[in-house]
């Protein structure tokens, strides 16, 4: 193993493993090394989602601008890499449906988003109930939104995919190995491995996900800043109700002012249903079973009673969410019967078998408030991606591109290369399409 890199990207989730392939093709001569504690890249949160490469309506273009438009171009950038790589892409759209009037007002607004997104007229449009009916007989609901441009794919396919080919240019994986130190020597990053190895680099990108607020903290960044995790559970249908729906159908949220949305009817790439997730308070970013959850209970707890969390855990509507989905971890039924509130047909007895669950971590601020969108860091020889929550996945690929970029404009990376060729795209072409 070399001992000195250039830059080390720690995280090899979705993330960090899109950032290393642009970086191979544009700083050939760099020694740049990805670090990820688990046995194989998309591991977690990225190879356990709803596996939707979705259409950016959900985002208000006010707010959320650069994620949007990392969702828009992130579509067509996985499609042509699935085409080329003849990797799982399916072009089956998606259903957004609401249940009253109120309801019907959040799709009227998510059309405009979505126009101003992006997308074509032809490619989102409302839907009365009886103009559902008709294509969807067995959905019930008040109106609907109707999405073409919305596919489904498997993101630990893609993400093994692009490692291979950034391994292929002279990036280093390191895999099953877990930073568990940085500090800095002498004007470089000494970074401890596994409690035992150490490396140095002369620059750090954090892109790890669930643990990123932990790693900018260890670096003395972002101290006004924690985090609480919640984990979306699945639940698998039977096959015979593989054709119950001819799309995947979402519905409006109950708690809009939270960064997650309510259980879906989720149709998988390889024509399997699912419903879920919901998003159930844990205490780790790997807190999938109790184990790790009773392990990490007291240190989470010290750590939010001492942080802004603390203001939103004793948020009257934030218990009453918790307990939401808290019940529909505990009991099948309340979860699976948000879903029958627009799909009555599913038989609760019938749903027998759990998906794997997925955590998502969000960050909270000093005022006890949820940061609604992604956070990005510069420090002199560190860069930190924090609250890269949904639609993540979707948008890898060019916010991979937005952060290098930024990195050679505030002088701390260099493009070897004028105009380089990344894979199928040329570098200054996503640039160009992804400036806000
Ligand atoms: C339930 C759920 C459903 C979702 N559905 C969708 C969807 O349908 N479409 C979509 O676009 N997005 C979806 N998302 C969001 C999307 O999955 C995430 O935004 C994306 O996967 C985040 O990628 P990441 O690389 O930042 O994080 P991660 O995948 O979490 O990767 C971070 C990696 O860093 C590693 N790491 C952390 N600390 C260390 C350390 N100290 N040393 C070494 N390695 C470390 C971790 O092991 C991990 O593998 C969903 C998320 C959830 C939770």
Same mark, same amino acid.
């Given at each position: ?93 998606? /259903?957004?449906?609401?249940? +009253?009037? =109120?309801? $019907?007002? @959040?799709?009227? !607004?998510?059309?405009? #988003?979505? *126009? ?54 002279? /990036?280093?994986?390191?895999? +099953?190995? =877990?930073? $568990?130190? @940085?500090?800095? !020597?002498?004007?470089? #990053?000494? *970074? ?72 879906? #009817?989720? *149709? ?169």
């Amino acid at each position: 193993m070399a001992h000195n890199f250039d830059l080390v990207i720690i995280g090899g989730g979705i993330l960090g493993t899109s950032l290393s392939f642009f970086l191979s093709n544009l700083n050939e001569s760099k020694q740049i090394a990805v670090i990820e504690q688990a046995p194989d890249v998309a591991f977690h949160t990225s190879g356990r989602n709803t596996g939707k490469v979705h259409a950016p309506y959900l985002y208000n273009p006010g707010k959320k601008k650069m994620f949007a438009k990392a969702a828009y171009h992130g579509y067509d950038m996985w499609k042509k890499y699935s085409e080329i790589k003849n990797l799982p892409f399916k072009e089956d759209g998606v /259903i957004e449906v609401s249940r +009253d009037q =109120k309801g $019907t007002k @959040i799709l009227e !607004k998510y059309l405009i #988003w979505g *126009i101003e997104n992006g997308l074509k007229e032809e490619e989102i449009k409302i839907l009365t109930k009886s103009e559902l009916k008709k294509i969807e007989p067995e959905i019930k609901c008040h109106a609907a939104l109707q999405v073409h441009r919305d596919a489904s794919t498997d993101y630990s396919i893609l993400t093994r995919s692009i490692m291979k080919d950034s391994k292929q240019k002279g /990036i280093k994986f390191l895999l +099953d190995t =877990k930073v $568990t130190d @940085i500090r800095n !020597k002498d004007g470089k #990053w000494k *970074i401890t491995l596994n409690h035992e190895h150490e490396i140095f680099s002369n620059f750090i990108i954090n892109a790890a996900g669930g643990e990123s607020i932990d790693i900018a903290h260890k670096v003395n960044v972002a101290k006004n800043l924690t985090d609480v995790h919640f984990r979306g559970e699945y639940w698998k249908a039977p096959k015979e109700y593989n054709n119950l729906t001819k799309t995947s159908v979402y519905s409006v949220p109950e708690f809009p002012d939270y960064p997650f949305l309510d259980p879906h #009817w989720i *149709i998988r790439v390889n024509g399997t249903c699912e419903i879920g997730p919901n998003a159930v308070p844990v205490f780790s970013p790997y807190g999938y079973k109790r184990s790790e959850n009773i392990k990490e209970f007291i240190p989470k707890i010290l750590e939010m009673l001492g942080s802004g969390a603390r203001k939103a855990i004793f948020d009257k509507q934030f218990q009453e969410l918790a307990i939401n989905e808290i019940q529909s971890s505990m009991s099948k039924s309340a979860m699976i019967d948000r879903v029958k509130r627009f799909l009555p047909k599913i038989d609760t007895d019938k749903i027998t078998e759990k998906g794997t669950a997925g955590i998502r971590s969000s960050v909270i601020d000093e005022n006890g408030r949820f940061v609604p969108d992604v956070v990005l860091i510069d420090d002199s020889m560190s860069f930190h991606i924090l609250n890269y929550n949904s639609p993540g996945a979707t948008g890898a690929l060019p916010f991979s591109v937005h952060i290098i970029n930024r990195l050679i404009e505030n002088g701390y990376l260099r493009n070897e290369k004028e105009d380089s060729e990344c894979g199928p795209w040329r570098f200054s072409d996503i640039v160009e399409k992804i400036s806000v």
